[in-house]
Structure formats: structure tokens, C-alpha cells
């Protein structure tokens, strides 16, 4: 059974930076597609960034600019870095995994709140 298990939300004034982490267990880690997506309050869940098993990645377009994915396959971790933080992007970010396009996880969530 795949779990994930972020870490690294919290509270940080506008222009300010946090970085998320999201660590898998149970898995193929190396061959499983990695995502960020978050969820703001009355509104849907949007994806916001996910990486391949070959390293590339994709972006939402508000997002692209500021924030970078990243993984590390010897830690079977998936990173965001957050940068330039602004109060819209206040959220809970959740990572999930998937393989051949079945969604295998999603983790707990991790709460991001940009004051400002």
C-alpha cells in the first residue's frame, strides 16, 4: 500500500519562500509519475505541479515562474519550492502518485497560509 507523508507547510508573509516535501513508502518510487496539487477554501482542488520518472516537469501557469518540483529517487521524496509566496496561494497542497495513469495515493496535506 503507497502512503505519502508531506511536511514543510506554515505560515510565511507575502515574497517569502517555503519549500514542501512528500515522501512515499511502499512503492516503485523511480516509476511513478509525482504530483503537487493544493485546494484553497471553497474552491476545487487544482494541480499545480508534477514531475515524470524522467524529471520533466510541468506547471500550471500562475505557478510557474515562482514555484520548481523536484524529486529525489535515493530518498523516494518529491520536493516544491515555493518562492515569491503570495496571499492567494494560501492553500493545503497535497502530493499524490500514479502509475500508467492510476492515481495510487494522495497524501495527508500540508497547510500553506501567505499573510499579508
Known amino acids: 500500500q503507497v502512503q505519502l507523508v508531506e511536511s514543510g507547510g506554515g505560515l510565511v508573509q507575502a515574497g517569502g519562500s517555503l519549500r514542501l516535501s512528500c515522501v512515499a513508502s511502499?512503492?516503485?518510487?523511480?516509476?511513478?509519475?509525482m504530483a503537487w496539487y493544493r485546494q484553497a477554501p471553497g474552491k476545487q482542488r487544482e494541480l499545480v505541479a508534477q514531475?515524470?520518472?524522467?524529471?520533466?516537469?510541468n506547471y500550471a501557469d500562475s505557478m510557474k515562474d515562482r514555484f520548481a518540483i523536484s524529486r529525489d529517487n535515493t530518498k523516494n521524496t518529491v520536493y516544491l519550492q515555493m518562492n515569491s509566496l503570495k496571499p492567494e496561494d494560501t492553500a493545503v497542497y497535497y502530493c499524490?502518485?500514479?502509475?500508467?495513469?492510476?492515481?495510487?495515493?494522495w497524501g495527508q496535506g500540508t497547510q500553506v497560509t501567505v499573510s499579508s
Open positions: 499524490n502518485t500514479r502509475r500508467a495513469g492510476v492515481i495510487l495515493a
Open positions: 511502499g512503492s516503485d518510487f523511480r516509476g511513478n509519475v
Open positions: 514531475i515524470t520518472t524522467s524529471g520533466v516537469t
